[in-house]
Every structure is written in structure tokens, then in C-alpha cells.
């Protein structure tokens, strides 16, 4: 997104004990949060690169403000206020996206010759020729649902992911673990969505950016379970077939 409404009396009360400093990286932090419509990066030295910042003060104001308008959660800073634009922002798009549809098929049966509104007009002639240029109607729009029990990580969700990131340089990246996160995330701030297909692409497209990878190439350490064992070596067979 690349606008949204900015309340200044709700901003003041809220950041009135703010030095100068600390207003800029706030206002950075949180233009960056909604541009990309995701939660900031978790990993803090890769924020001070992105936002340029470089001295002793400027790191302070940012654990200042990490501190006083963020919380940490899944290797990412989640701040309420910009969730809630961003809700609010996607919402209106699919309100919107759903009345295009309706008007598109209430067009579309004015337009049809067949249809109960057209019953007394008059035949075509001779001289006349039907229309070719007529658009389709658009699909009517869905409703936005919760996460279902049965969207789980399939060989098509995974294999689609890991193709993105070979692509990205990100073959570090483990899918079991980062689809993990996305599912945990979305039960625990009850996140719906029209297209949950689409939302996991945004979703393992924001982990090139976001994640910092496993550390031991599978994403967990220590000792795995047989199932773990296997969905590796699976998911390593479906790297190699892509390549």
C-alpha cells in the first residue's frame, strides 16, 4: 500500500515523549511496515542498514523505539496499529473488488438478449451485427475465511516456494519451518483471508527478505523424529528434480 491516513492528534498523544531523533526512525519504521503491508525484519542490524542508521544516538533511538511501539515475535517486530491499517486496507480491497463483480454481472444479464429486461427488444436485423467486444463478467467475489484445518504444506506449496527462493539465492531457507510460522501466526491474530493460497506466496516471498535461514541447513537442531527424516530427504528429492 502507498497511502494511508495519518491522524495527527492520536499520533501526538501517543509519541509526545519522543526526542526529534527518534520521531524520523519512528515515522521510517513505520512507512516501511506499510509499504510492504508485512512486520518488520527481527534481525537489528540489518534494520539499521535498510534505514540508514549509522551513529551511536541513532541506535539508541531505534532500541527506544523498537522498545516502546513494537513487539518481537517469530524473528519479526510486529507493531498493532500499522496490523490494524493493513487489516482494515485489504478489507476495503476485497469490499471493493466484490462490488466490481456484482456490477459486472448486473451489466452482463442487462446485456444478455435472452434475459427477462431485454424480452421486448427488438430483434436484430439484416443490416445488424451482434457484438464481438463485450467483456466477460468477473467471478463473484468470495468471502474471507479463516484458516482451514486442511491446508497443510502440500508438495505443490512447497515445491512452488523453494522454486522462488533457489531463484532468490535462498536455498538456506527450510519450508517446514517458515510454513510453520505463517499458520502459528495467522491462528494467533485470527487471520482471514479471501485467496489463503495467495497469502502463503506473500508470505515465503517476505521470507527472502526477513529470514536470516537455519542454521544447520534443515531449520532445527539436535535430534529429529523418523517423520522429520523423511519430509527432508522428500523435500531435498523436490529441490533436485527442480534444478
Known amino acids: 500500500m502507498h497511502y494511508y491516513q495519518f491522524n495527527i492528534g492520536d499520533y501526538r498523544r501517543k509519541t509526545s515523549h519522543l526526542t526529534l531523533l527518534e520521531h524520523g526512525i519512528y515515522r521510517s519504521l513505520i512507512d516501511t511496515y506499510l509499504l510492504e503491508q508485512s512486520p518488520l525484519c527481527g534481525d537489528v542490524p540489518t534494520l539499521m542498514r535498510t534505514h540508514c542508521i549509522r551513529t551511536a544516538n541513532e541506535k539508541k533511538a531505534l532500541n527506544n523505539v523498537l522498545g516502546d511501539f513494537f513487539t518481537y515475535e517469530n524473528e519479526r517486530f510486529f507493531n498493532s496499529r500499522c496490523d490494524q491499517i493493513i487489516s482494515s486496507y485489504i478489507e476495503k480491497s476485497d469490499k471493493a473488488r466484490e462490488s466490481a463483480n456484482k456490477r459486472w454481472e448486473k451489466d452482463a444479464n442487462a446485456l444478455h438478449p435472452d434475459s427477462e429486461g431485454n424480452a421486448n427488444h427488438k430483434p436484430l436485423t439484416n443490416n445488424q451485427e451482434p457484438s464481438t467486444n463485450i467483456i466477460p463478467p468477473a467471478k463473484a467475489g468470495k468471502r474471507k475465511t479463516s484458516l482451514a484445518p486442511d491446508f497443510i504444506l502440500t508438495t505443490k506449496k512447497a515445491g512452488l516456494a ?82
Open 162 to 243: 523453494m522454486k522462488y527462493w533457489d531463484g532468490k539465492g535462498r536455498t538456506d531457507l527450510n519450508i517446514r519451518e517458515i510454513f510453520e510460522q505463517f499458520t502459528t501466526y495467522c491462528k494467533a491474530n485470527g487471520k482471514t483471508y479471501v485467496d489463503w493460497d495467495s497469502a502463503w506466496q506473500t508470505w515465503y516471498v517476505n521470507a527472502v527478505k526477513f529470514e536470516r535461514g537455519s542454521t544447520n541447513g534443515t531449520g532445527r537442531q539436535g535430534y529429529k523424529t523418523k517423520s522429520q527424516i523423511a519430509d527432508d530427504a522428500a523435500i531435498e528429492a523436490l529441490r533436485d528434480l527442480q534444478q
